[in-house]
Nanobody, 123 residues
Framework: VQLQASGGGLVQAGGSLRLSCAAS????????MGWFRQAPGKEREFVAS????????SYADSVKGRFTISRDNVKNTVYLQMNSLKPEDTAVYYC?????????????????WGQGTQVTVSS
């Protein structure tokens, strides 16, 4: 599976962005999909994940209620809608695919990673 993330940019605090991650390969729908982020000088952290069918989502506490993950198994794309953005959301955002049976926030369970897209939130 090859992943291509897009949609990052510069936005003011309180604004919104929608990230997209297009996946190649016929087996896309067999993967749990996730979003992670990494800020300068910090470790990569879990943001959100979605089950293969899209019925089960998980979120980091820091984004719960503000971010929404979704997927389109026809378009082979996973999305991350980010609302009420804060300066602390500034990071490179990565999408990833996991062959895990269940939605997971553990980065080591993800087999494939996209190249990342920069999100910068100004105060």
């Amino acid at each position: 599976v090859q992943l291509q993330a897009s949609g990052g940019g510069l936005v003011q605090a309180g604004g919104s962005l929608r990230l997209s991650c297009a996946a190649s390969g016929r087996t896309y729908r067999t993967y749990v999909m996730g979003w992670f982020r990494q800020a300068p000088g910090k470790e990569r952290e879990f943001v959100a994940s979605i089950s293969r069918s899209g019925g089960v989502n998980s979120y980091a506490d820091s984004v719960k209620g503000r971010f929404t993950i979704s997927r389109d198994n026809v378009k082979n794309t996973v999305y991350l809608q980010m609302n009420s953005l804060k300066p602390e959301d500034t990071a490179v955002y990565y999408c990833a695919a996991s062959s895990s049976t269940y939605s997971t926030g553990n980065y080591y369970e993800y087999d494939y990673w996209g190249q990342g897209t920069q999100v910068t939130v100004s105060s």
